[in-house]
């Protein structure tokens, strides 16, 4: 099994404790989105989890195993990081053969990922005259280099153009289809609700949630329905002899919260309300996450007002 295991992981720079006893599990076989906000702790864990830098204490594991003690890392794991980080004056083609050559990845390989990644046509020209998103478009092409079981990816549709975002989306869900682990972090919300079927969220370098995408959602944020009609004091009728919660909006649409369509519907319709409209509002994961990530801010702020003189 490919899966990643962090176990009680803390890492401390100095007095600032960036990570702080961290434990969480990303299996394979699905996407997991890896949130928080910035400086909560996300790319020192990936950091930790690539050999980048050394735990304080806890351990970081791909597979059961430091990612330092893999004899060929890019055969098992394939990570984006940092974009930019590819040698310039290299060709996109010559950066993946190198990258190759010292995991004794075939040359085909390279062809592949280059082909995969939307690349071929500029395979041979020099990485400092590509764009945003044609080096994103080769970091993700070095991540699957190797076919790795696990692929870590920071930021992946950072510079990508729409077409490029709608790419990713479906690479992501294959690669976790495929049976991989895969772990992504973004501050894209809508993006990451787009692949995402699990989330671990951080929050000043604690776990702050590991759960399913939807169960997130759904925990923080009630449904509602919309609706349009031609006789609002109907609807308000029925609606309130229900003892539901509606609101009129200005340009005329009315919400009830905390309700479903499957139960405004009928009682709506039993009423005789003429309907224009009637649609579900769900929560998004914006809403949802802001909402979790506002009690740590709000606590994080007055933490920064009391020591200020
Ligand atoms: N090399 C370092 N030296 C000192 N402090 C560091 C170092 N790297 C990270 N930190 C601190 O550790 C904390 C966590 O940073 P980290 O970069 O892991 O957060 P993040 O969740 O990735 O944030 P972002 O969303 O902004 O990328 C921050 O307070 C940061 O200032």
Redesign the pocket.
């Known amino acids: 099994m490919t899966s990643i295991d962090v176990h009680d992981l803390t890492k401390e720079?100095?007095p600032?404790r960036?990570?702080d006893r961290i434990t969480f599990r990303v299996p394979p076989g699905r996407v997991t989105g890896f949130l928080?906000?910035?400086?909560?702790?996300?790319?020192?864990?990936l950091r930790l989890l690539l050999g980048l830098d050394r735990p304080t204490s806890g351990t970081a594991t791909l597979a059961g195993r430091p990612y330092v003690s893999l004899a060929r890392p890019l055969r098992h794991v394939g990570a984006l990081l940092d974009a930019q980080a590819a040698h310039s004056s290299r060709t996109g083609r010559d950066h993946l053969l190198v990258l190759a050559a010292s995991n004794r990845i075939p040359v085909r390989r390279v062809d592949e990922v280059l082909e995969e990644t939307g690349l071929t046509p500029a395979a041979r020209r020099r990485v400092r005259t590509y764009s945003l998103g044609m080096r994103q478009r080769l970091g993700i092409a070095a991540a699957l280099l190797g076919d790795p079981g696990v692929v870590l990816l920071d930021e992946p549709a950072n510079g990508l153009d729409p077409e490029g975002i709608v790419w990713i989306r479906g690479l992501l869900r294959r690669l976790a289809a495929e049976g991989r682990t895969v772990l992504v972090?973004s501050?894209l919300m809508n993006e990451t609700a787009s692949f995402a079927d699990h989330l671990v969220v951080?929050g000043r370098?604690r776990v702050l949630a590991d759960t399913a995408l939807r169960d997130f959602i759904d925990a923080r944020v009630h449904p509602g329905v919309r609706i349009r009609t031609t006789d609002p004091a109907a609807l308000e009728n029925a609606l309130t002899r229900q003892g539901h919660d509606a609101v009129r909006h200005p340009d005329g649409h009315w919400t009830v919260r905390h309700a479903r369509v499957d139960d405004i519907g009928p009682l709506v319709s039993a009423a005789g309300v003429p309907l224009l409209e009637l649609s579900a509002e769900e929560g998004t994961l914006e809403q949802a996450y802001l909402a979790l990530t506002a009690v740590d801010a709000e606590f994080a702020a007055r933490q920064h007002e009391e020591v200020r003189p």
Not at 36 to 45: L, Q
């Open positions: 720079y100095g600032r960036a990570v928080g906000p910035n400086g909560a702790g996300k790319s020192t864990t972090s501050h951080l370098g």
